[in-house]
């Protein structure tokens, strides 16, 4: 494991942590016993009101790649997240969910695919979808070539943000990587900038167990205002040099006038029933009808 330790580059895992009491220590341990060992964890506690810090302060004492700070408020998932990579010394970053779950081989399988191919700006991964009792629900299937992940950019997100790793050799030392433009669509709007620099990709290997669970809906804001934040991103992705192809124009489109004359309630629905039916890449079991508000209602990547 020391040989490893030295010649390997050391990945920086990125993971704001704000009320993920129930999850946090199955998710550090599921980075604990990662196949790749030449990590640090950046956890920074964005004002949780639960027992996230009394957690985080107990693992950090059990391994020493564990780094730990506290943010006295809560200042949002752009911000703690910002704040990490700063404190980050590796080359390659990789973001995590504090209620998510790595399987073993996720850091190995990117870090290795980063170290063949020096070009590539970020890499993610499959993604499968589990309960608060990790039992599996449904999955999450993205493109695996830069030009369908571009073109799935403005249809949703076309790489998952919790299983995403960045080389960042091949980011500009100024690279801003969250801003407070887009609340609710942080990692989108990351997702972009990245797209604007340079190549990505997709692996075929599940790296991500994507919990899904009441606690990290989204907050109860207008449906409408989510909406228009995110086709305002789109629009700004296009000007700034990307180029949907003919589908995600008239998708974009057809979006903007159903949310323009529909009333809230049909839209919420409506968000719900377009990302299962027009993307295929989401694929959700069914459920009981408890369980089913607690993803219909998930209008944008909380924490």
Known sequence: MKNQASNSPLVSIIMPVYNAG???VE???SIRKQAYKNWELIAVNDGSSDNSWIILKKLAKED???KIFNLKKNYGLGYAANFAIKKAKGKLLARFDADDIMP???LKLQVNYLLKNPSIVAVGGQCIMIDEKNKKIGKKTFPLTDKEIRKMAFVMMSLQAGAMMIN???LPKDFEFYSTNHPYFEDHELLFKLLLLGTVANLPNTLLYYRQHSDNSTKRVSAKKIFFSLLKLRAEAIIKGLTPDFK???INLAQL????FLPEKIIKKLYFFLRITLNKSFILKKVSKRKANIYKYRLSPGY
């Open 27 to 29: 998710a550090i341990e």
């Open 257 to 260: 006038i159903l949310v323009f």
């Open 22 to 24: 129930d999850f946090l």
């Open 168 to 170: 960042k050799i091949n």
């Open 248 to 250: 995600g124009i008239i």
């Open 104 to 106: 073993k081989n996720r």
């Open 64 to 66: 020493k790649r564990i």
